[in-house]
């Protein structure tokens, strides 16, 4: 189900059975590329591998979690542009996801999470401080690399 507020669009589970592909793989989601680009950045082709056939997302998570020669300063410096990276291939190659995310125009978009405070806001979507930034307990970075790939579909 949708909820839609004045400038926010949540739209929890729409875009998990969209695949897309890049350099020779299929990836089941975004989270997959995610978790093998991860692997490929810190050089572990093996965990690179095991991602991009991962069952589902959370196998593709955990898998992401033992990437040898891990460095969280890097991975800070790399992640956004991963994730960026993920959903203009998935929502490129996919004309019903793009028609859709091109259709929320300028409004902000939000991963309203209430467990997850990097990729989300750390609210859940029924949560009124939701609505205001300023209230967020997360970075929402993957409503922000949404709003970049919207516009980088525009242009």
Not at 71 to 100: M, P, S, T
Not at 113 to 129: E, F, K, N, R, T
Request: charged content about 30%.
């Amino acid at each position: 189900q949708q909820l839609r507020k004045k400038n926010f669009i949540y739209c929890p589970g729409l875009v998990d059975h969209y695949t897309f592909e890049y350099d020779g793989n299929r990836y089941l989601t975004a989270e997959h590329f995610m978790m093998a680009e991860k692997a490929r950045l810190f050089a572990d082709e093996e965990a690179a591998l095991k991602a991009v056939s991962a069952k589902t997302p959370g196998e593709a998570k955990r898998i992401g979690r033992e990437v040898k020669g891990f460095n969280d300063e890097i991975w800070l410096q790399h992640r956004f542009d991963i994730v960026v990276k993920a959903n203009l291939l998935k929502f490129g190659q996919n004309k019903d996801l793009k028609d859709y995310l091109l259709n929320t125009g300028e409004r902000v978009l939000v991963e309203a999470s209430p467990v997850d405070s990097i990729w989300g806001v750390g609210l859940a979507a029924d949560d009124p401080l939701v609505e205001l930034p300023e209230s967020w307990q997360g970075l929402n970075l993957l409503g922000f690399a949404l709003m970049e790939v919207r516009e980088q579909l525009v242009r």
